[in-house]
């Protein structure tokens, strides 16, 4: 299956100036553990970054930093894998394992960002892939 159909949806995303406040009350607000940082305009909307919820603890509040005056450009992880929205999800595994990271961007087409595939979500999709599959077998005993 295609990464474009097993992980579309809307994709938080915050300018890589904003404040790391900022980008944890948006984390809250959406129930996200990690945002797309992007910088451009609206329609022209680059991903240069993420930034997650472990990177907030671990690179501000932990080294008492203020959450205020600190720009999320300069905590976010600028390892950004960009995803082709036909890429095959056994693709997407292949280079998140190889590229040593559990989130990738998903671009369409036209560039623009439609999706945001992590680790988490792919693990569901096989699971319920596996079920699926354990059904069919587990008729086809029953039969």
Partial sequence: MQIGKACAGEVITINKNASIYDAAKLMKEHGVSCLTVVEGSELTKNPVGLISDNDIVTKVIAESQSTNQLPVGAVMDTRVLMLKEDHLV????????SNHVHRGVIMDKTQRIVGLATSDDLLLFLAHELNELAEITQKQLEA
């Fill in 90 to 97: 056994r693709e997407v595994l292949h280079l998140m394992n």
